[in-house]
């Protein structure tokens, strides 16, 4: 038996100003911590997830509900750490990047917020076909959104989004859809 | 929607397929006189169906002797409702692992997210465990047919008595996932990325039949001495990961093989356990049986 080490050969995703975002630029850092934009899990991220983070609504606008750990971050393969074999379905149709916030109220009610960046609209259009369907009934929001009974996927431009509570309380479901609204709202019409 | 996977479906289906085994009220029944092979209880609280399932089975000691190093190999890396073991399950595991007097409890896999935060039972229960080391051994499959070569957290070996606790839910790929699957937790990335791609296909799902062959050798190396399945609330589409429909079977079960566990557990997802790849090519290799006519089940609704 031969020794390995874990942060050697496992796939990470990365944490928003974490250590593991080894490739921050230093210029991209000052310019982030002089803006005064709240990004989401701290200021070292660099230009591209900074877009992504930009998606996710302030803190003060899901209150009572507070963000509960760092934003997590995944770019191409990486995104098999973050979904294991969930990624398969966004690689297959030109996925580009993630960002995961959860958020939290008391210590046993959560909210789930993933957010994919595809390359192109198309793609999101096929996730989106792919993880909706009869379940889910049609909600006004994005360019075409589902909503479950704990949770709500749209897609806007290239952009997927599913926001998901661990409950399917009334208060819950309020607040995904307010969260859900707060980031189509975020996500310019013309995206590059 | 799923949500309402009413309690009436799931006993009707678990008569109907376990062909044998009678449901019973937990009233009914005391300590088990002859120990069950698997045990499945309906209860509206996750912990105590975990503890009466374990009893049933014999009791923890049946598992765990006094001084044991236990490692617990949780599936608790998603978020989603459904698509991870209630902590409460999990968190009777421990509590019953700790009262046969178990001398440690390795955790077998990083925790993610803020798992064992959400229940004051949780708390309580995780307090003492070990966090694993993150360092893995290289390991020879030796009857492996695809897998022949593992990268493995190194206390899945070195625990004395090793706990497999899973959740039943829906899986992309391979349709199904639970005890057998969750051995990959286990894994390094890249040995898991060689079950979706050892094949030379191409793609994540290029050859589920590939997949299932590596999770049944991959349970030669071990396979756990008590296998626990989350069956609360389980997510039925957009598996593993989620979000997606969610039954409420509001069962555990518990048992000493997870060939076994798993055959019963197909059930909850309206599955043929012949049908599931891995748990056929698992039976094959001779870790378990999927007929559960030969198997002593029991079955409780408290």
Redesign the interface.
Known sequence: ???????S???RCRIAGGAAVASVCVLTAILICLSPIWVPGGAAADTPDRAILLLFPKPEEVLPWAP??PTQLAEGQEL??L???????F??HGFERAAVQ?Y?LA??R?I?VEIYMMQGVDGAAEVFAR?T?P?ERPLALGDAGAA????V?FRRGRFLV?V?????TTDAKATILRIARAIENRIPARFP | MGLGWSRRVFVKAGIAAALGPTWSSASAAGAPAEPADLCAVAAADPYQATLKAIEQLGGIGRFVPKGATVGLLINHQFRNPGAHVNPDVSAAVAALCWEAGAKSILSLKDERFTYWRREGRSQDAARKITPCSGNYVTVEVPRGQALRKAEVIKEFFAADVLINVSVAKDHDGTRYACVLKNAMGALTYTTCQFFHFGHGKGGWYGDVGFLSQCVADLNLLRTPDLAVADATTILTSNGPFGPGKLAKPQTVVAGASAVSVDAYCTRFLGLDPSRVAMIVRSAALGLGETDLRKVKVREFSI
Request: hydrophobic share 40%.
């Open positions: 038996m031969s020794s390995a080490s874990s942060a050969i496992l796939a509960d750990g098999f750490a979904i294991n074999g969930g990624a398969e379905l690689l297959r959860s939290s210590s046993d959560h789930q993880k369907g379940a479950g009974e704990y949770y996927i599913t998901a509570a661990g409950d399917a």
